[in-house]
């Protein structure tokens, strides 16, 4: 069974600060990796989506990892902005799951100005 | 519409109530997801819909949880006699592909349900 563990749970870093946030999962039985964006009371937006062929995807500010044999991804945030305050959800989609995607419970981040 | 719809956005129900919640995909998409979002967790799938066939429902938690896509467009997720342990964040998600492919996946904004 495929389990997705997120840390920390939450961070909190000063305006500016390049930071990063870590998911790992179990199965490395992947077809891909969803980085998402969640702010209170809101839906999820989706941030970076990593196909299970490819190594890392860039979205601005945004650097997303994959290394499906270790089980690992991760989230780089550069000069992070009070603006960045969310919650950031990894969301895996295993071959062997059928059709679900597995979540993890999210990392709180807090930019202080 | 230009992207996922839900409604209503709140829901208080009494425990013992039917409720009723909608999903209005993005336009053209094939596969249609439910999640529940408890309170600081992730979502937690619930089932999925590829047009109008419900090829999963393995998530939903017990036989008081219904969900139908008719159409392959709208889809509506009842739970009857609700309980408070129900309360939480429904979330719709579709994607233009099927559930299988390496599609990226949208998300309506959520109902939040309360069972008093």
């Known amino acids: 069974k495929q389990e997705v563990t997120q840390i920390p749970a939450a961070l909190s870093v000063p305006e500016g600060e390049n930071l990063v946030l870590n998911c790992s999962f179990t199965d490395s039985a992947i077809y891909n990796l969803q980085w998402f964006r969640q702010d209170p009371g809101k839906g999820l937006t989706s941030l970076l989506l990593?196909?299970?062929?490819?190594r890392e995807q860039t979205s601005g500010r945004l650097n997303a990892s994959l290394d499906k044999s270790s089980g690992r991804s991760t989230l780089y945030i550069a000069a992070s902005q009070p603006g960045d305050s969310a919650t950031y959800l990894c969301a895996v989609k295993s071959s062997t799951g059928g059709f679900k995607t597995i979540f993890g419970a999210g990392t709180r981040l807090f930019v202080k100005a | 519409g230009a992207g996922v719809s839900q409604s209503p956005r709140y829901k208080v129900a009494k425990r013992g109530q039917d409720v009723a919640l909608r999903c209005d995909p993005i336009s053209g998409h094939v596969s249609l997801f439910w999640y529940q979002q408890a309170l600081g967790q992730g979502p937690e799938f619930l089932t999925y819909?590829?047009?109008?066939?419900?090829?999963?429902k393995s998530g939903l938690p017990s036989d008081r949880f219904f969900a139908k896509r008719p159409e392959g467009s709208v889809s509506t997720l009842k739970i009857q006699r609700t309980q408070q342990e129900d309360s939480a964040v429904y979330l719709c998600?579709?994607?233009?592909?099927?559930?299988?492919?390496?599609?990226?996946?949208?998300f309506g904004q959520g109902t939040r349900l309360t069972v008093v």
């Open positions: 819909f590829q047009n109008e066939a419900q090829l999963d």
């Open positions: 998600a579709s994607s233009l592909g099927t559930g299988l492919l390496n599609t990226e996946a949208f």
């Open positions: 990593i196909q299970s062929s490819q």
